[in-house]
């Protein structure tokens, strides 16, 4: 039986495998951002609004997190929660809190000086009213740009998770997991192995890139106003 990818070592069909592979790391990836963003923007509006010791808390902790890199800290969780897509999926979200939460930071200190929200403040809303009504609908755009940034991102990272085996176990394919298996293949000329996987990976993230161009364009009011 004739197959568009061809099979594996095994008489897999490898563009069935990919196409499931593919499915689960969009999966994986799109619940890790939606844990990085719902936290780290949390965290990051809370901290650059109220400002003081909370602002120090949240952001030495933000800082400690960055101080590690990212695969190896998702690698340093996972040995501590176990191989698989699930666990993967937290590791992944949870080392993407930093970058959310500091482009919150930054925003909510810069709305916090704004007219409408001096307003609010002076009819005697509370900050935490103010900061979800005002200052959080205000924050939005960059945020939405950098969480579909954060999908191309998430997906090499579990990419690579799945690669060195602590993502998708078997039977259940994977796109870094089906690289890992075949790349001893490549030298006997089975090339397609490995090949398709990858740029499945690389067409991915090069489509969330420009999605998040595109909602940079459309989104930022500077930008759009360009000729």
Request: aromatic letters at 8%; zero cysteines; proline letters at 4%.
């Amino acid at each position: 039986m004739i197959t568009l990818f061809g099979t594996d070592n095994l008489g897999r069909d490898v563009l069935r495998r990919v196409g499931h592979g593919a499915s689960a790391s969009l999966m994986v990836s799109i619940l890790a951002v939606s844990i990085s963003l719902v936290i780290g923007v949390t965290i990051g509006l809370a901290a650059g609004f109220v400002g003081g010791w909370l602002d120090s808390l949240f952001m030495r902790i933000m800082d400690i997190m960055l101080a590690f890199p990212l695969l190896l800290l998702a690698i340093t969780l996972l040995a501590i929660l176990g191989p698989g897509l699930r666990n993967a999926m937290i590791a992944v979200g949870i080392v993407g809190i930093p970058t959310y939460a500091r482009l919150a930071r930054s925003m909510a200190i810069g709305l916090r000086s704004e007219d409408f929200v001096m307003a609010a403040e002076s009819i005697g809303a509370t900050q935490w009213r103010i900061l979800w009504q005002h200052v959080f609908p205000n924050s939005l755009a960059p945020i939405i740009v950098q969480a579909t940034l954060g999908l191309g991102t998430a997906v090499i990272e579990t990419a690579a998770l799945g690669f060195l085996g602590l993502g998708q176990q078997a039977p259940f394919p994977e796109l870094g997991k089906m690289l890992a298996e075949s790349q001893q293949y490549l030298i006997t000329g089975a090339w397609w192995g490995m090949v398709f996987p990858g740029l499945t990976i690389t067409f991915v993230v090069l489509g969330f890139n420009l999605l998040g161009d595109g909602l940079r364009d459309t989104l930022d009011p500077k930008l759009r106003g360009r000729e």
